[in-house]
């Protein structure tokens, strides 16, 4: 890649979209296809797979569908393509389940309205960088914890993980990616996760609102045992988590109903 492509703004990237051809690389990529909890980075047992940048965003931008359908339901009691986010692209695309608009309060209502905004912006925003090779919104079941829009106190519990996942996920995917003008892109979106997440936890401790833990990589609340405010550990770094980890907590826990994606994930990245 030459000097000049790799000097361009985010702006032109997101204008001229992303190809494949610019981006193919071949990484080590732990749990990708066949499972396990093997760190990024290492090599030992980690399965070698071809993964590209565009596969990388695509993973992504199936939990920003995710993300800005939850949002989006739990705000305004409409689906994301009815707020005129665009939803077609390659692979299978389903429709969005479950789920409705929730009585917030005032200070949570405003913040969540905040938070719907960014998400929808999120997927906007990697739609327009992948171009032709944007994937369709998967199927997705907004009811598949059965909890999240029955009260103010479940919406605050289901966001409250959902913004920690995605923090966790962004981390885990950076090492994977090449591109630096990608890399910064979504080095952008995390931090965005991460003001939610932070604005988030506050909201269930000072709510006391008990949230359970995803999976042993999540980090209590305040007001539950060993809780912290923050998404951090104990060197005050947010922990990261591998694609199949990532997979492993939207598909619950890899649930024969395929949790919050009963079709899976569309793109390369889609098994556990």
Known sequence: MSRATKAQTIEGLVGNGLH????????????????????LGRSGDLLAAEITDIDILNFAL???YLE??????????????????????RGRGGDTVGGSKVSLDDRVGFIAQQITLDEQAHVSFLRKALGSDAVAKP?????????????????????????????SAY??????????????????????????????RFLVGDLKIPVPLADPKAIPTIGTEAGREFFVDGNGLSPVRTPSQVLNIVYAGGRDDGGFFPNGFNGTIESQ
């Open 171 to 200: 981390g885990g995917a950076a090492p994977l990616i090449d591109n630096s003008q990608i890399l910064a892109a979504a080095a952008r979106i995390a931090l965005t996760e991460a003001q939610h997440s932070g604005v988030l």
């Open 62 to 64: 199936n939990l920003e």
């Open 20 to 39: 494949r051809r610019e981006f193919a690389k071949r990484v080590i990529v732990g749990g990708l296809i066949a499972g396990g909890a093997a760190s």
């Open 68 to 89: 800005a359908e939850f949002y989006t339901v739990s705000t305004t009691g409409k689906r994301i393509a009815e707020a005129g986010i665009g939803i077609s692209g």
């Open 139 to 167: 199927s997705i079941n907004l009811a598949a914890l059965g909890l999240g829009f029955n009260s103010q106190a479940e919406f605050l519990t289901v966001a409250a993980i959902f913004e920690d996942v995605g923090v």
